[in-house]
């Protein structure tokens, strides 16, 4: 019961993080830490001034997809790999920040 207690509280006191509420371009060049910066320019930055997760980074949501895929794996596998449970959960991100480092690397040095 006390568990509880704190999770409400702490959930009630942590920001929203600004990246949930900007579009591409803000989100691209990270237009939104510019108050954060000039705040922590201004005043030593302290934990309550941090903003919370993305909720695409929390760790319930991450843990449910990695959970969901290792089912997968077992389910469907006769030799299930943790590696390619990961994978699955982040071939999304793993192809385009490939896609970017090869170009970064190939067309811009």
């Known amino acids: 019961m006390d568990e509880v207690k704190y999770e409400e509280t702490t959930k009630s006191k942590i920001k929203t993080h600004p990246a949930e509420r900007t579009n591409v371009i803000t989100n691209t060049f990270f237009c939104?830490?510019?108050p954060?910066?000039?705040k922590g320019?201004?005043?030593e930055l302290t934990e309550d001034?941090?903003?919370g997760p993305l909720k695409?980074?929390?760790a319930r949501s991450l843990?449910?997809?990695l959970e969901e895929a290792w089912n997968y794996?077992?389910?469907h596998k006769s030799n299930p790999s943790l590696w390619m449970a990961v994978i699955r959960v982040f071939r999304v991100e793993l192809v385009?920040?490939?896609i970017l480092f090869a170009f970064r690397e190939l067309v811009v040095k």
């Open 41 to 43: 320019f201004k005043k």
């Open 56 to 58: 695409e980074h929390e």
């Open 36 to 38: 954060y910066f000039v």
């Open 96 to 98: 385009l920040y490939a």
């Open 32 to 34: 939104w830490l510019l």
């Open 63 to 65: 843990g449910d997809r």
């Open 49 to 51: 001034d941090m903003y």
């Open 73 to 75: 794996e077992v389910a």
